[in-house]
């Protein structure tokens, strides 16, 4: 079942994901200048960087249909 999405939504969408980029981007730069840093924290906040990644990249595939 194939989902009608426009182009519009799907710009909105990679907006959306850039923004959260550099947000979780800057809570890792504040927690890396900390005494002690949170590694934990950290590498959940890559992880869901590498989340949002790859689905602006699947958003972009289809733009480009």
Request: net charge positive; aromatic share 4%; hydrophobic share 40%.
């Amino acid at each position: 079942m194939e989902i009608n999405v426009t182009k519009r939504s799907l710009g909105k969408r990679i907006e959306s994901l850039l923004r959260r980029v550099a947000e979780h981007e800057n809570k890792i730069q504040a927690e890396e200048s900390k005494f002690v840093p949170d590694q934990a924290l950290i590498r959940h906040w890559r992880a869901e960087i590498s989340a949002f990644a790859k689905s602006i990249e699947r958003a972009r595939r289809r733009l480009g249909r």
